[in-house]
């Protein structure tokens, strides 16, 4: 059983920046995907980024040049910098940690942007 816990969530400005983080109750990251979802009010959850425990990372189109995703596997930690806020990224911020069959969900955290 794995737990993941988030932080770092808040009130931004448009144009600012937050940074994510994401620990697991184990050392998981030499065998879990890590990834990062949000969910918007009123709509599905989507992929924000991923990362691979050999530092392979994916971005979903929208945050393209301004997240970065990236983990520390010493402290089992992930986390999603992220930079250029824009109102669109207002949602619930959730942590994965994916090893099929097993899947894991952080509680989520709420970013909003908003002048």
């Known amino acids: 059983q794995v737990q993941l816990v988030e932080s770092g969530g808040g009130l931004v400005q448009p144009g600012g920046s937050l940074r994510l983080s994401c620990a697991a109750s184990?050392?998981?990251?030499?065998?879990?995907?890590m990834g990062w979802y949000r969910q918007a009010p009123g709509k599905q959850r989507e992929l924000v980024a991923s990362?691979?425990?050999?530092?392979?990372?994916n971005y979903a189109d929208p945050v393209k040049g301004r997240f970065t995703i990236s983990r520390d596997n010493a402290d089992n930690t992930v986390y999603l910098r992220m930079n250029s806020l824009k109102p669109e990224d207002t949602a619930v911020y959730y942590c994965?940690?994916?090893?099929?069959?097993?899947?894991?969900w952080g509680q989520g955290t709420q970013v909003t942007v908003s002048s």
């Open positions: 184990r050392s998981i990251f030499s065998m879990y995907v």
């Open positions: 994965n940690a994916a090893s099929p069959p097993r899947i894991y």
């Open positions: 990362i691979t425990s050999s530092g392979r990372t």
